[in-house]
């Protein structure tokens, strides 16, 4: 299923080149600022993103520790029960909630469950209508009754036959009327009750359906549903339809609720587990250019020539090991010339003493030797010393 999500995130990426239409390594804080309210982050959190980076330039690996921060509760676990797992899913009239449905159980028959559903919205026209034909497309069990009847009933009965027939899921539609509407919560509650009585610690998951399209304005319903019921669990839908992609994080933070699935498509299949790194990385790959991408162009590019580093590295040329310094000194004598009108044995006696003055402190002949002197290099400095020979020994002078 990787990829998915990336893929869903086309129509945000077009909107966040509107602000920002090439690729960079950096960007300026005030540039952040408008690529994430272009991708509809609410305005709120965009400020403490902002204040939360104290850097000038921000790179990608900055502003994606950022950015996953506000996805810090989107991970979910899955409560432990007692089977059948019973599921209810909330949400308005419009946001895909019958289509999510049938995608959960879709998921769920792939996975090798036996799955029931029972068509609990009893108030809007045709959604029983609906969701039976999904069943019977997707060869799944369904029990439902008429409209106008008490959705509660549908429930109880739902989880009674899945218990007597061994079934792994049960999934249950609610009415999607305004969350403003008093009747509403309290047919909610009721159903949250039934379902206790019905199957202890039903429903074992409360999954709340939001529109991607309406982006940030998601938020007041959420925040409704979950002061109703209580919310376990978020799925967005309409994620490739929609611009506004970064309203996820707005969700995410505002609600600190688990981010389940999110819906990538039309089909039956098209339903992904939310991954924050890879929602993260899709948004920024639209943003950023990548780092291997600019370093080879700066290896390709012809460096100018620099007169101290060639100096360096005619000295570090110069430098020898000291073994490979003794071997030349023993090899080539001919280097040291016999200084001339002094008496050989005298000589004789500063050859050899230079010999080992060379050998013990590292030198490094430049010059040949005249008289008592010589211009010699020191092999760990590249400036010229002077040397000389008195008392029977070579120091410096």
Same mark, same amino acid.
């Given at each position: 299923?990787?990829?998915?999500?990336?893929?869903?995130?086309?129509?945000?990426?077009?909107?966040?080149?509107?602000?920002?239409?090439?690729?960079?390594?950096?960007?300026?804080?005030?540039?952040?600022?408008?690529?994430?309210? /272009?991708?509809?982050? =609410?305005?709120?959190? &965009? #400020?403490? *993103?902002?204040?939360?980076?104290?850097?000038? $330039?921000? %790179?990608?690996?900055?502003?994606?520790?950022?950015?996953?921060?506000?996805?810090?509760?989107?991970?979910?676990? /899955?409560?432990?029960? =007692?089977?059948?797992? &019973? #599921?209810? *899913?909330?949400?308005?009239?419009?946001?895909? $909630?019958? %289509?999510?449905?049938?995608?959960?159980?879709?998921?769920?028959?792939?996975?090798?469950?036996?799955?029931?559903?029972?068509?609990?919205?009893?108030?809007?026209?045709?959604?029983?209508?609906?969701?039976?034909?999904?069943?019977? $497309?997707?060869?799944?069990?369904?029990?439902?009754?008429?409209?106008?009847?008490?959705?509660?009933?549908?429930?109880?009965?739902?989880?009674?036959?899945?218990?007597?027939?061994?079934?792994?899921?049960?999934?249950?539609?609610?009415?999607?009327?305004?969350?403003?509407?008093?009747?509403?919560?309290?047919?909610?509650?009721?159903?949250?009750?039934?379902?206790?009585?019905?199957?202890?610690?039903?429903?074992?998951?409360?999954?709340?359906?939001?529109?991607?399209?309406?982006?940030?304005?998601?938020?007041?319903?959420?925040?409704?549903?979950?002061?109703?019921?209580?919310?376990?669990?978020?799925?967005?839908?309409?994620?490739?339809?929609?611009?506004?992609?970064?309203?996820?994080?707005?969700?995410?933070?505002?609600?600190?609720?688990?981010?389940?699935?999110?819906?990538?498509?039309?089909?039956?299949?098209?339903?992904?587990?939310?991954?924050?790194?890879?929602?993260?990385?899709?948004?920024?790959?639209?943003?950023?250019?990548?780092?291997?991408?600019?370093?080879?162009?700066?290896?390709?590019?012809?460096?100018?020539?620099?007169?101290?580093?060639?100096?360096?590295?005619?000295?570090?040329?110069?430098?020898?090991?000291?073994?490979?310094?003794?071997?030349?000194?023993?090899?080539?004598?001919?280097?040291?010339?016999?200084?001339?009108?002094?008496?050989?044995?005298?000589?004789?006696?500063?050859?050899?003493?230079?010999?080992?003055?060379?050998?013990?402190?590292?030198?490094?002949?430049?010059?040949?030797?005249?008289?008592?002197?010589?211009?010699?290099?020191?092999?760990?400095?590249?400036?010229?010393?002077?040397?000389?020979?008195?008392?029977?020994?070579?120091?410096?002078?």
């Amino acid at each position: 299923m990787f990829g998915f999500i990336k893929k869903s995130l086309n129509k945000t990426v077009d909107a966040i080149k509107t602000v920002a239409p090439k690729k960079k390594l950096v960007f300026t804080k005030d540039e952040i600022e408008d690529i994430l309210l /272009e991708a509809d982050v =609410e305005y709120e959190l &965009v #400020e403490i *993103i902002i204040n939360e980076i104290y850097q000038d $330039k921000v %790179t990608r690996d900055i502003l994606r520790s950022k950015l996953l921060a506000t996805l810090a509760h989107t991970s979910y676990k /899955e409560p432990e029960h =007692e089977t059948p797992f &019973v #599921e209810l *899913i909330v949400g308005v009239n419009g946001a895909g $909630k019958t %289509t999510t449905i049938a995608k959960l159980a879709h998921r769920y028959k792939t996975n090798g469950k036996k799955v029931i559903l029972g068509a609990g919205d009893t108030f809007r026209a045709a959604a029983i209508e609906q969701l039976t034909l999904w069943a019977k $497309k997707l060869e799944i069990p369904i029990v439902a009754s008429k409209q106008g009847h008490d959705s509660s009933a549908v429930a109880y009965d739902t989880i009674d036959s899945a218990k007597s027939k061994n079934y792994d899921n049960v999934i249950i539609d609610t009415a999607g009327r305004l969350h403003t509407q008093k009747n509403l919560a309290n047919e909610l509650k009721k159903i949250n009750r039934i379902c206790d009585k019905s199957h202890n610690g039903a429903p074992h998951r409360t999954v709340l359906i939001i529109d991607g399209t309406q982006g940030n304005s998601a938020i007041a319903q959420a925040k409704a549903f979950n002061e109703m019921i209580g919310v376990d669990g978020i799925i967005i839908t309409k994620l490739d339809g929609t611009a506004k992609g970064g309203s996820i994080f707005s969700i995410a933070y505002a609600l600190e609720l688990p981010i389940i699935y999110v819906g990538t498509g039309e089909q039956p299949e098209n339903l992904t587990p939310f991954d924050k790194y890879e929602f993260v990385d899709g948004l920024l790959d639209a943003i950023y250019e990548e780092q291997d991408t600019k370093e080879k162009t700066i290896q390709e590019e012809p460096k100018a020539k620099n007169t101290t580093e060639e100096k360096v590295k005619k000295v570090e040329e110069l430098k020898e090991e000291p073994e490979e310094i003794e071997e030349k000194i023993i090899k080539e004598p001919k280097i040291i010339e016999e200084p001339k009108l002094v008496d050989e044995p005298q000589v004789k006696q500063e050859d050899e003493s230079l010999e080992i003055f060379l050998k013990d402190e590292r030198l490094i002949l430049l010059k040949r030797l005249s008289d008592t002197k010589a211009l010699v290099n020191y092999a760990n400095t590249p400036v010229d010393t002077n040397i000389e020979y008195k008392d029977g020994k070579w120091s410096y002078c």
